[in-house]
């Protein structure tokens, strides 16, 4: 069974910092496509930043410069640093493995973990 579970969230100032973690069991990170997503009330689930073949990294336009996406392979762990946090910044994070096997896709999701920019 893949389960991913998410960690780090909760009620932060604009202008401070969050690290989120996503500890992973039943897949190896290293050989698929990892990220984080994240969704806000009444708004559909984007990506934030992932980390594709080859190491490279993506990151959703708002968040460049401010968020870094990271990876312990020793730990089979994922892990989202957070600064310059904004009120837009707002919403439930999720962590995401993504496989492809025979064309066909696979996602997997863990349960979330809310982050609220508020003064």
């Known amino acids: 069974q893949v389960q991913l579970v998410e960690s780090g969230g909760g009620l932060v100032q604009p202008g401070g910092s969050l690290r989120l973690s996503c500890a992973a069991s039943?897949?190896?990170?290293?050989?698929?496509?990892v990220g984080w997503y994240r969704q806000a009330p009444g708004k559909q689930r984007e990506l934030v930043a992932n980390?594709?073949?080859?190491?490279?990294?993506n990151y959703e336009d708002s968040v460049k410069g401010r968020f870094t996406i990271s990876r312990d392979n020793t730990k089979n762990a994922l892990y989202l640093q957070m600064n310059s946090l904004k009120p837009e910044d707002t919403a439930v994070y999720y962590c995401?493995?993504?496989?492809?096997?025979?064309?066909?896709?696979?996602?997997?999701w863990g349960q979330g973990t809310q982050v609220t920019v508020s003064s």
């Open positions: 039943g897949i190896i990170f290293r050989l698929y496509a």
């Open positions: 995401n493995v993504r496989k492809i096997v025979s064309e066909t896709l696979y996602d997997y």
């Open positions: 980390i594709v073949s080859g190491g490279s990294t």
